[in-house]
């Protein structure tokens, strides 16, 4: 089968097309502050990571064109009982200032907000501050010593002076959301003031397993074959069941939530023909060549989702481990000449333990359950070297066709 | 929404029909094509021959079986050949033979089938020979004829090589005109000049009589 780079590339085009033409985004319910301080409720699209703090895209309603909101365009944004990300003016290490976004993760006399992965603390009556450590250069028994500092420390203590019971625990809080959210809460109630801590907009689930299967159609060709002219001929493909189970990532805060980790592992059992013939004058060889893989693989790679309103197409490339767990090869030679035929089993080649290639495919997800989406994908991979005799080099290519169920 | 199903169902379409346009099978030709699988239950008097059709090919087979021989073609001058079937009914097919093997001799092994205009031979096999069953004569007629005439002996284990059956009228060697395992068609030796004689065959050296004497008249 001979599957050549232009159809391919067609095939990819046209997709890409239905992709970028329907390229909208995890919408979620929300709202803008404007800068009059009026709400307007509608749509935000999910962002996670740095993004999240460089703009806003705010939708009417998922069907109208978003409107790009900056820091300086608006007072604040926020999901539904989710996260709230507010403006706020820094000093950024220029003299001059600069409106950012803010999430607003503890709300009170004394608030934390995060910017990025830093934090910064806000008090009425005391400067806006980012809570750090420092290095310092120190000269101690005259060598040029870096020390660090831990400035945050320091910072908490100012902010958090009229509630003596938190020193302690002031000391000893490590600089993470996680660990001075509660400290900040614990102050506000300490003084009587209203708290309120923050929600996080759920990112959806980290982790997702699913299981796949369908139909893998398969070639097998061959390399450097001077010596091997009866694999110089035509390769027919054969069909063979697919299947078996992956599991994805979400990337860590800071990245694209949109890219995910993907990793599996799939069965496939599948013979190969190939076919030759030489129509001489005096005699006709053909030659038969019939390759058994049985195949286990194991896809390393990235999903590139791309979330609508319903459904989630997406992009994928992996590359791909194959241990090929039980193989065999056979070849029959037939000789015509006048009346008679007469066939042969000469030797083979020996196929390899296992081989490395690279996958890349497209495929939609599509919500069928409350847990689970139901997932169609078209699949192409390529690997080498099945066979390495010497001069003979050899690739096999899979198309596949799959469906499946990931879980939501 | 709309839009999107009609692109993807454009895509899987044009897709599908890119993947039909690939071929789908090795040709097949008009010949059949066979394997012959090692040789099994090599005993004392027999031992079995299997073949298999990797392709019965687009012409009727009107006949399949095996051929060994003492050298490695299945075209030589002393060929045994079994006929298993004129109509193949199964993809595997096998025969116990009992004839035209020598002791202790390599023999090379080749299935066969033949179609109105050629025969197939599958690829080679080979074996030690444990030895044939000793042959038998059954009868023979017609019982009484002149010298030259034609004479049909049946029994068991014979050669279908002639030139490996030795007929004997008494003393005198007789001309084999065609062999199988059963049946022998000799020619009265034209010098037989006894009355009564009995009827010998030797294959590889073994010796067995008629117990009924043929005559002149």
Known sequence: MKFSIKRLTFIALLTLKVFVSHGQKDLREGYVVTLTSDTVNGFIEYRDGVASFKSCAFYNSPDENPIIYHPHQILAYGYRNGSVTVTRTINSQTPEEKIVFMRLLVKGKVSLLQHTSNLWLEKEGQKFTALKKVKKVQYINNKRVLTQFNEYVGSLNMFLLDCPQLQNEIQNVKLSAKDIAPLIEKYNNCQQAEVLVMKDTPPGRRISFGLEGGLNISSVGFNGRKSNAYLNGSTYKLHSSYGGVFVTFRLPTGFTDRLNLIAGVYYTATQYEYYHQDLGNVAKVRDQVFINLNQLKVPLGVRLRFPMKKYTPFLEAAVALTSNLNTSTSRFKTVESGGSVYAYTPDTFTINKGQTGFSGGLGLLAPVHAKFYALVKVQYEHTFGIVNEGALKSHVSNIRITAGIQLR | ?217
Not at chain 2, 23 to 51: H, M
Not at chain 2, 99 to 119: H, L, N, P, R, W
Not at chain 2, 180 to 186: C, D, I, M, N, W
Request: hydrophobic share 35%; glycine share 6%.
């Open chain 2, 1 to 217: 929404m709309k839009y999107l199903i009609k692109n993807i169902l454009s895509v899987s379409i044009l897709t599908g029909s890119l993947l039909a346009c690939e071929n789908d099978g090795i040709p097949k030709e008009q010949f059949p094509v066979l394997i012959t699988e090692s040789v099994t239950e090599i005993q004392e008097g027999t031992a079995t021959l299997n073949g298999r059709f990797h392709d019965e090919g687009l012409s009727p087979i009107v006949s399949y079986g095996f051929i060994w021989t003492p050298m490695q073609s299945p075209n030589h001058l002393y060929a045994e050949k079994i006929e298993v079937g004129t109509s193949p009914t199964s993809n595997r097919f096998e025969a116990s033979i009992t004839f035209g093997m020598e002791k202790g001799k390599q023999y090379f092994v080749y299935s066969y089938a033949k179609t109105d205009k050629q025969i197939s031979y599958g690829n080679i096999q080979q074996f030690i020979s444990n030895g044939c069953q000793e042959p038998a004569i059954i009868d023979f007629s017609p019982t009484v004829a002149q010298p030259g005439s034609v004479v049909t002996i049946n029994g068991e284990n014979f050669s279908t090589v002639n030139a490996l059956n030795q007929v004997k009228f008494g003393t005198f060697t007789a001309t084999v005109l065609e062999s199988s395992p059963t049946q022998l068609t000799v020619i009265v030796p034209e010098a037989l000049n006894v009355q009564s004689v009995p009827i010998s065959i030797t294959i590889f050296g073994i010796l067995v009589q008629s117990d009924q004497n043929f005559s002149l008249p």
